[in-house]
């Protein structure tokens, strides 16, 4: 209880005291290092209860959900449409352009899941809203790291021979579909990997990160010591840092958990910080000095 309350009185004081990073720079390394681990732990474990309170509702649909996800993945394939793709090269046995629908319950009513036309180019498939494009030797795709822009995969290093009817698709589910029923026990697992193990195992994982940031960022700000006249060393900068980096951790926490996008609200906010804690250093250092003339 006692090191929740010096963790505590550390968090409130790195948010809000810049006169406190004169304390910071008394504490051993070990005790900064403690701090970020303890607050990365903090910071998953919520994220974890709020993943797993949002995961809870959906515990008594599970069973419904996996039988629909049964009936929905059986009745997917058109039963008249056979696929065949030779050295490369798709045929059909269908009229094209063939469009295959996304199921009743995605609701997609103006988009289809897939479209074939071997006719086509890769070009043409701006001007179907599809999931997939199919031509004689391509399969294009939507990119998504760029809005409205497409991927290609040619099929042209495909050697062989290979047919998709409905009998290959019914005997490739039937082999598929009894993993369905571990659905139930992965939503399990995963409720307790969010609550009990991602805090202790990803902290180091994220903790390594922050570091990694600080040592780049506090070349900077060690520039900006040796502007102000500080006379702080690299390591003392860094040290600072790592409690410096506090308000950048919570809010962007924050922003993730209420899904609000904020742009500049990390590293910004670091340096803004970062500058008040050098002055304020500058002024304790002041007083130190000030006050035996005084007395």
């Not at 939503?187 to 969010?194: C, E, K």
């Amino acid at each position: 209880m006692n090191k929740l309350k010096i963790f505590g009185k550390t968090l409130i004081k790195s948010l809000t005291e810049p006169k406190y990073y004169t304390d910071v720079l008394k504490a051993p390394f070990s005790f900064s290092f403690k701090y970020l681990l303890t607050l990365f732990f903090f910071i998953l474990f919520i994220q974890g209860l709020i993943f797993s309170l949002s995961i809870i509702p959906l515990i008594p649909k599970i069973p419904h959900y996996v039988s629909e996800g049964k009936k929905i993945v059986k009745s997917f394939y058109p039963p008249e449409l056979t696929v065949t793709v030779k050295d490369g090269n798709v045929r059909t046995n269908v009229d094209e352009p063939y469009a295959i629908p996304f199921p009743p319950q995605f609701k997609e009513n103006n988009m289809n899941f897939a479209v074939i036309d071997t006719k086509a180019s890769v070009e043409d498939a701006k001007k179907y809203n599809t999931l997939l494009f199919i031509t004689k030797n391509a399969v294009v795709y939507p990119d998504t790291s760029s809005k409205g822009g497409y991927k290609v995969n040619f099929l042209s290093d495909f050697k062989g021979y290979l047919i998709l009817n409905n009998e290959v698709y019914n005997r490739l589910v039937d082999k598929i579909l009894p993993y369905f029923d571990y659905l139930p026990i992965f939503i399990y697992v995963m409720f307790v990997f969010a609550l009990l193990f991602m805090p202790f195992f990803g902290s180091f994982f994220y903790l390594s990160g922050v570091l990694f940031y600080l040592l780049f960022l506090s070349i900077l700000l060690f520039i900006v010591t040796k502007i102000m006249k500080k006379g702080l060393s690299y390591v003392q900068v860094f040290h600072l840092g790592m409690h410096g980096i506090t308000f950048s951790l919570v809010f962007s926490t924050l922003k993730t958990i209420f899904n609000v996008q904020i742009p500049y609200t990390y590293t910004l906010p670091f340096i803004l910080w970062m500058l008040l804690v050098f002055n304020s250093l500058k002024q304790t250092h002041e007083t130190v000095v000030s006050h035996p003339q005084t007395t």
